[in-house]
């Protein structure tokens, strides 16, 4: 947790979905400096409500259940859905209904900002030997990545029609520590997940913006200068982890598509079983 608030700025009621999953349990107790309520849910178990918390267990495809989880709030931190490649049934109800009925609700209820836990896989499918950037056309490396690119266009659609501000965060991989040597590229730090989730927030003017989600680290795929108003600016950086990483997986295999292609192993796992 940053021993400082990375921007002042309070918001009344600020939602957080996904409140149980990885990023969700990282996120809660960061964000409650941001706001005055925090409104927690997830289909899953979230646990009791802490002082100054709210919770709210429903199912982004219950169309009238996010309505209610939309009601009374100012902005959204939208980190619910399926996260890895899954069969196409789990991402459609997961990543598209729920993405839709979030933003239709996000409309009736006057909802003004959503912070859209988008991914690094939108453009999994090009090489780690090409840097790329938030105006880079989409490559997704399955439906995962595909129904992320859907909700960048969904977040496109919602701004130009009804004025509904996005910032969609095409994330790296948010842990710890970077496990490989690929997220010495694509790792983004707790802190640094904070840093960019409140700039997203808080940034004045965005409209949907796009930007990806990753440390200051040495090795980078990703140049985020068209984002460059969103006034993220990461401060930590994989390479502490550089030796031991290295260490631990001396060699790569260059005939591996996930050795080439920036989405790694999600270039290769079948949504078919
Ligand atoms: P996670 O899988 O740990 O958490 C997702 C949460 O969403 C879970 O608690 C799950 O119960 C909930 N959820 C799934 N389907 C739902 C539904 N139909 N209704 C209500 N809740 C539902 O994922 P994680 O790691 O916390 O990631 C959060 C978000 O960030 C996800 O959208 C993921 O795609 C995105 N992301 C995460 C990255 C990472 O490094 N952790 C990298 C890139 C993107
Ligand atoms: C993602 O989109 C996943 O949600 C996460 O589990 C990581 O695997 C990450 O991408 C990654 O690319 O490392």
């Known amino acids: 947790m940053l021993k400082q608030p990375a921007s002042p700025l309070k918001f009344g009621r600020l939602l957080l979905t996904g409140a149980a999953g990885n990023l969700g349990q990282v996120l809660r107790p960061r964000l409650k400096a941001y706001c005055g ?9 979230i646990g009791a409500a802490g002082a100054g918390e709210e919770i709210v267990v429903a199912d982004l495809t219950d169309k009238v259940g996010v309505h209610a989880m939309l009601q009374g709030v100012d902005a959204v931190a939208h980190m619910g859905g399926i996260s890895t490649e899954q069969p196409w049934d789990q991402i459609l109800a997961g990543n598209i209904v729920g993405a839709v009925n979030l933003y239709e609700a996000a409309r009736l209820q006057g909802v003004k900002r959503i ?7 939108v453009t999994g499918f090009y090489r780690q030997d090409e840097v790329i950037s938030p105006n880079t056309p989409p490559k997704p490396d399955g ?8 909700g960048e266009d969904l977040a496109q659609l919602y701004w130009h029609r009804w004025g509904i501000e996005t910032v969609s965060l095409r994330i790296g991989s948010s842990l710890a520590e970077p496990k490989d040597r690929r997220m010495l590229a694509t790792w ?12 997203a927030l808080t940034a004045p003017i965005v409209g949907h913006s796009i930007i990806y989600g990753a440390s200051d680290n040495q090795t980078s795929w990703w140049d985020n200068t068209p984002a460059r108003h969103i006034g993220y600016r990461p401060q930590d950086s994989s390479d502490v982890f550089r030796a031991e990483v290295e260490a631990r997986q001396p060699t790569i295999d260059r005939n591996d598509p996930a050795a080439l292609y920036q989405g790694g192993a999600f270039v290769k796992v079948s949504p078919h079983g």
Request: charged share 25%; net charge negative.
């Open 37 to 45: 309520v925090l409104r927690l849910s997830d289909r899953s178990d």
């Open 115 to 121: 912070v859209f836990a988008s991914s690094n896989h």
């Open 188 to 199: 983004l730090s707790h802190d640094d997940l904070e840093r960019l989730v409140v700039a």
């Open 143 to 150: 439906f995962y990545g595909l129904s992320k690119a859907f």
